[in-house]
């Protein structure tokens, strides 16, 4: 990673450029081509440095509401428990925890009413009943960016 990844990735953590061409004014910012920032970004995503590109909305103020969930789950049903789970649109991410509840996962919906629903189908198709849920009642995060 050179002074020019460096700068892309500071760049885009805050400021991607909300225009018809982001990649060609990201170009301009740092001096090089569209093409090479695309190439760049690709090399970047490849090795791992940059996992995703995408913005991040208040739900709240988009009148969603959203949970965090940690279910119990045997590891002989990890996995088919994991791909349920991410097959409903509302799941943001989940992740695996060494922790008796192991699998955490956050899910937004329109109500509380659809989240409970949500909730009782993936418990209904994976037999996992031991799950939390845990409505967010206060925002605690941070906006975090690094500077390269």
């Known amino acids: 990673m050179d ?9 885009i953590q805050a400021g991607f450029p909300v ?3 982001p990649f060609k004014v990201l170009g301009e910012q740092v001096g090089i081509s569209e093409d090479d920032v695309l190439e760049r970004i690709k090399k970047l995503k ?12 208040d739900t709240r103020r988009l ?29 943001t991410h989940n992740y695996r925890r060494s922790h008796e509840y192991n699998v955490w996962f956050t899910c ?3 109500t509380e009413e659809k989240i ?16 939390l849920n845990m409505p967010a009642k206060r925002k605690f995060k941070i906006n975090v960016s690094f500077d390269f």
Request: aromatic share 6%.
């Open 63 to 91: 009148g969603f509401v959203s949970t965090l969930c940690a279910a119990r789950v045997p590891e002989e049903k990890l996995k088919e428990f994991v791909e349920i789970v991410n097959s409903y649109p509302g799941v």
């Open 116 to 131: 409970r629903k949500t909730l009782m189908e993936i418990s209904e198709k994976t037999d996992i009943t031991d799950m």
């Open 46 to 57: 490849e090795t791992g440095i940059i996992r995703r590109i995408g913005a991040v909305f």
């Open 19 to 21: 225009e018809a061409e």
């Open 3 to 11: 002074d020019v990844d460096k700068k892309i990735l500071n760049i």
């Open 108 to 110: 937004i919906a329109s």
